[in-house]
């Protein structure tokens, strides 16, 4: 086993098969300290002791999709619908840059009323009012033809969670969706030539030790820019309420894991860490991630983008989300980094 995690940190590379029994022995002795200290390792020997800090603005909630896990899917009828006007967005955006943010990442449920046109002149408002800041979609699929005009009207980057590997748990979790054609949008979107963000939830009812493998191996073999990870949180408004849920100790090691096979990719702590433990986001960056996310929306919306229940800084300004998180990180012994903070695989691109 400790061969294994040598092997690991050494090459940034490991069979499924290895995988899986990296995580089959990870609780016997030292072995998740010494896989928890490769990876901060890993991140500082790239990134350093830097995090970078990303404004979220979730500017809509309304979703066409019916993901069973998701407090905005279509069918909670429960769900404050809203949704931002391009005027707002910049709002927010200009909040966000008078306190030194330099990405902007722009997040909604799968909502077609932001048509490719209006989505355009979102994105030209940013880019034409600040020129030097990276914007991050993350609304969802849409079109290889829509991605490309996104990509030319100046967006950056790209959020598409993978959500899990295993084709027959994503259909189980997903209604009316397509396994292959998320994945098709993450290999057109990198194709284009966005930093391309994927990613998984830990804790989702019938994952197993396996299926997280395949995660961490289809990140291994998609080496994406960008991974977001976090545990699954049930809402009371979905089909999986009264589910366990997902843990954050084995969000943990999946973070560290992801670090030590993606070294380059840009890793948030995300807030649904945040959402279960208090110390949740602190513990990701020891744990190899290197980005945080701190919420720019307008106060008067933030609770109706509940995508699970208990979700943290729901009632703070946008100045107190971004001072409270800049005290965490630096009590934890890192660095605030308020740059548009590229990914390392994209700008330097490993071989293989
Ligand atoms: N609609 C876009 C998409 O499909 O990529 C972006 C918005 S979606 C709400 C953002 C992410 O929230 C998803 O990729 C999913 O992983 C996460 N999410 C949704 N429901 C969740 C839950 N109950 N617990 C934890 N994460 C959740």
Same mark, same amino acid.
């Given at each position: ?13 490991l069979t ?33 002791p ?20 998701c407090g ?20 927010? &955006? ?13 997040? !909604? ?12 002149e ?15 979609? !993350?609304?969802?699929?849409? !079109?290889r ?12 980057r790209?959020?598409l ?8 748990l994503?259909e189980?979790?997903?209604?009316k ?7 098709? &949008? ?22 197993t030790?396996?299926?997280?493998a395949?995660d ?26 009264? !589910? ?20 380059k ?19 990701a ?6 980005v ?5 929306s ?11 229940e ?5 009632g ?18 890192f660095?605030?980094?308020?740059g ?5 695989n994209?700008?330097?691109p490993?071989?293989?």
């Open positions: 086993m400790r061969e294994l995690l040598d092997k690991l940190y050494e090459t940034n590379a499924k098969e290895e995988i899986i029994e990296v995580l089959r022995h990870l609780d016997e002795g030292e072995n998740k300290k010494l896989l928890f200290d490769y990876a901060h390792r890993t991140r500082l020997a790239h990134y350093g830097r995090v970078f800090m990303r404004g979220l603005v979730e500017f809509s909630n309304y979703c066409k999709q019916d993901c069973m896990y905005i899917r279509a069918s909670n009828r429960n769900a404050d619908r809203y949704r931002l006007t391009p005027e707002e967005i910049l709002e927010c &955006c200009k909040e966000g840059y008078e306190l030194d943010y330099r990405t902007f990442v722009l997040q !909604s449920g799968e909502d077609y009323w932001y048509t490719e046109e209006r989505l355009m979102i994105l030209h408002l940013i880019k034409s009012t600040y020129p030097d800041v990276a914007v991050t979609l !993350s609304i969802g699929e849409r !079109s033809a829509t991605y490309e005009k996104l990509y030319a009207a100046g967006a950056d790209f959020l969670r993978h959500e899990t590997a295993s084709r027959e994503y189980s979790l997903h209604p969706m397509s396994f292959d054609n998320r994945m098709e &949008c993450l290999r057109i979107l990198k194709e284009i030539g966005y930093q391309v963000g994927a990613g998984f939830m830990v804790g989702l009812p019938g994952q030790l396996e299926h997280l395949e961490l191996d289809f990140l291994h073999r998609f080496q994406p820019d960008m991974i977001g990870i976090g545990p699954f949180i049930p809402h009371n408004d979905t089909p999986l309420k009264g !589910s366990k849920g997902g843990r954050v100790e084995a969000t943990l090691v999946m973070v560290a894991m992801a670090r030590l096979l993606v070294p990719a840009n890793l948030p702590a995300t807030t649904a860490m945040g959402s279960l433990d208090p110390q949740g986001r602190e513990r960056i020891k744990a190899g991630a290197n945080v996310m701190p919420n720019l307008p106060t008067s919306v933030r609770e109706k983008y509940a995508l699970y208990n979700k943290i800084c729901t703070d300004e946008a100045a107190h989300c971004r001072n409270c998180i800049e005290m965490r990180i630096k009590v934890s012994g660095d605030v980094d308020m548009r903070g590229d990914s390392l994209w700008t330097e490993s071989v293989g």
